[in-house]
């Protein structure tokens, strides 16, 4: 499907090429780390570069290959799409980063965009989105609701972003949950439904009743279902074709704004590198409706940890909180700074497990 | 560490379910290969028995309907790669890996309308009695029917390669696909035939991940079963019972490995992740140390001209 993709784009390359040279496009690409139809992660950047498609009609193109393997495979993916002429390219995944890095230096009048990671070159920026305040709230429920005070997490690979969203879930399950444990298992994948459904089975089986996912296929939600008495969260997207349950409510990234802003400073020329992190507040993190399913007084105490979010009163990561080996890192009241939690690599106290390595 | 969380009758309850697709995509592929033909495409039928099964199972109501149109699905599929191997002789590594992005791209375009549904529920096998006994009634009588009718395609095709004329016959083409023709057999034929096998047990392999494993459909959901279903065969030297044994090892280590996680085991994640490759790879071959190698002609074409 790549490889087919590849040659279309090439094609459609050529023909451009030969015959609408004239033509100002402003091209686009986005490299996916999995299919567009998975529902979640890769399903909402599609979204974002529909909406591009929408806000500028004709004068944009964009292009997209879908299911690239993080790695040096990307690098290629990438290199062939500023090849065929892209001014602007999204790379969607963490593990893009450093191949991101590369093909930049080889095409200095290409921008680049990588999501989720921290390095920045002059024609480099990086964009992310605090997913830890939708972890937060997701936390809030999860603790308010499990009755065999354990949660089950899937998590993705070790990285900052995923090492937040544990912590961020487990802070604020734990402030309405003192007996809440988190058991965490690591899928090593992005996107594999058959290994997601495994490890939320694995889970439910140990006592879980709370499924927490990071990785992207709604099938988690699939094995809660089955297994019944089981709540989830949506990740990524909405996922609401499995609410009222097991689906109380979800985490919606939402890249439309970001893409049409980014693309229109590509186009005026006026783009420069940046690091972008927007949470609540600025829109590019959603909460999804929470559902029937979780009590009243639960749904708007989550309801108002959303809006001080929202508004900046409160930071998830607010202290007193310590390390997991009890080391203190955050006094009373004192909050997290950006680039502590950009490179986090610890879990706060309470959470039992190490962190691969 | 709490290992009293793992329950081992669940635990084996569930490593059957996982190591079903696989199982039931390498004994069709074992079959192919035993004939001679190397066929690079399981992914790609498995997938696309997938989005058929699911459809199908979806629009009749019936999961058994769709589990045999998964079969028929990924036949079909595999008919192309024999017409295009046996008839027209292209090179069977390209037509195989040419099958897997075509089924993958195929799959995707298939299952546009059938993202988020639900399919209906095979039912469980429920024998009164025996179903409820403690630890023996969740192991083997609460399985679905599929999981059951893998083992017995197993030893099904065991006897068959053991057995049978038609067994001989198909390691006769496998083994020296000259001298199979010159005893007056179609070599052609038998391999179309083993070739559609190989696509309906995909088919059907694909289905189960779609209808019971996980039960949705998304795109790309088998994401490489099919090319360690593959490796499978090799390793488990084109035997059966071997295969069995590495997909029950392989799906085994996958589910333990999950749940030494969750049960906060002291083991580095990384060991764990990796170890159902590791120890499946490691004891298929030490197994394999006996002299059972490749079938001779895998992967070269036949014409009755050379």
């Given at each position: ?240 074709e499995y609410a009222p349950l097991p689906r109380v409510s979800s985490i919606i990234d939402d890249w439309a704004p970001y893409y049409i802003a980014r693309t229109k400073a590509v186009m005026d020329g006026t783009r420069e590198s940046k690091s972008t992190w927007d949470g ?78 | ?306």
């Open positions: 499907m790549k490889l087919t993709k590849l040659l279309t784009s090439a094609a459609v390359a050529l023909g451009l090429a030969t015959t609408a040279m004239a033509e100002d496009k402003t091209k686009v690409g986005f490299v996916y780390v999995g299919p567009v139809g998975d529902g979640g992660w890769t399903y909402e950047h599609n979204q974002g570069r529909l909406a591009v498609e929408e806000e500028f009609g004709d004068k944009v193109e964009t292009v997209f290959v879908e299911s690239v393997p993080e790695g040096p495979d990307s690098e290629r993916v990438m290199t062939q799409m500023a090849l065929n002429g892209a001014d602007l390219i999204f790379t969607t995944s963490f593990g893009y980063m450093d191949p991101t890095i590369n093909v930049a230096k080889k095409f200095p009048n290409v921008k680049f965009e990588h999501a989720t990671g921290y390095k920045t070159a002059p024609n480099v920026s990086v964009y992310s989105a605090r997913f830890y305040e939708g972890r937060a709230v997701q936390g809030h429920i999860a603790g308010s609701m499990t009755k065999s005070n354990i949660v089950g997490y899937i998590g993705s690979y070790p990285i900052p972003e995923v090492i937040r969203g544990i912590n961020s879930a487990f802070i604020h399950a734990r402030k309405v949950n003192p007996d809440v444990q988190f058991k965490i298992v690591w899928a090593y994948t992005w996107f594999d439904p058959a290994k997601e459904a495994d490890a939320a089975k694995v889970l439910i089986e140990q006592g879980a009743d709370v499924i927490l996912q990071h990785t992207d296929s709604t099938a988690p939600q699939a094995a809660a279902q089955a297994a019944g008495n089981v709540i989830t969260f949506g990740q990524a997207s909405d996922m609401s609540i507040g600025a829109g590019m993190v959603g909460i999804g409706e929470i559902s029937d399913a979780v009590p009243a007084d639960v749904k708007e105490e989550a309801l108002a940890l959303k809006a001080s979010l929202a508004d900046g009163s409160y930071h998830a990561f607010t202290g007193p909180l310590n390390k997991q080996d009890g080391s203190a890192w955050l006094a009373e009241g004192e909050t997290a700074d950006d680039g502590t939690l950009a490179g986090m690599n610890f879990y706060v106290e309470g959470i039992t497990g190490d962190i691969p390595q | 560490m709490d290992l009293s969380a793992i329950n081992p009758v669940l635990l084996v309850a569930s490593l059957m379910v996982a190591a079903t697709p696989l199982l039931l995509a390498a004994i069709g592929e074992l079959v192919v290969e035993r004939s001679g033909v190397l066929n690079l495409g399981v992914e790609g039928m498995m997938i696309t028995g997938a989005i058929a099964g699911f459809a199908v199972s979806v629009e009749t109501g019936s999961p058994y309907v769709g589990v045999l149109a998964a079969a028929v699905a990924g036949a079909a599929l595999s008919f192309l790669f024999a017409f295009l191997t046996q008839f027209a002789l292209a090179n069977q590594v390209a037509s195989g890996l040419a099958l897997t992005l075509f089924g993958l791209g195929l799959s995707a375009l298939m299952g546009q309308g059938y993202v988020g549904i639900r399919p209906p529920a095979m039912t469980r096998l429920d024998i009164p009695v025996l179903s409820d006994l403690p630890v023996v009634g969740p192991i083997l009588f609460g399985h679905d029917p599929i999981l059951y009718f893998g083992l017995l395609l197993t030893a099904a095709v065991w006897a068959f390669l053991k057995f049978t004329r038609g067994g001989l016959i198909l390691r006769a083409v496998g083994e020296n696909h000259d001298a199979a023709h010159a005893l007056g057999y179609s070599v052609i034929r038998v391999r179309v035939l083993a070739i559609l096998f190989g696509g309906a047990c995909a088919g059907v392999g694909g289905a189960y991940i779609s209808l019971i494993r996980v039960p949705q459909w998304t795109e790309g959901m088998t994401a490489g079963i099919g090319w360690i279903a593959l490796a499978l065969v090799v390793f488990a030297s084109w035997k059966p019972w071997r295969v069995l044994l590495g997909a029950y090892l392989f799906g085994g280590i996958n589910v333990l490995q999950l749940n030494l996680q969750a049960a906060g085991v002291a083991i580095p994640v990384e060991y764990l992740a990796m170890s159902p490759y590791l120890i499946t790879i490691l004891v298929l071959v030490i197994m394999s140390a006996d002299k059972s190698g490749a079938p001779a002609s895998l992967g070269r074409s036949f014409h009755a001209s050379q």
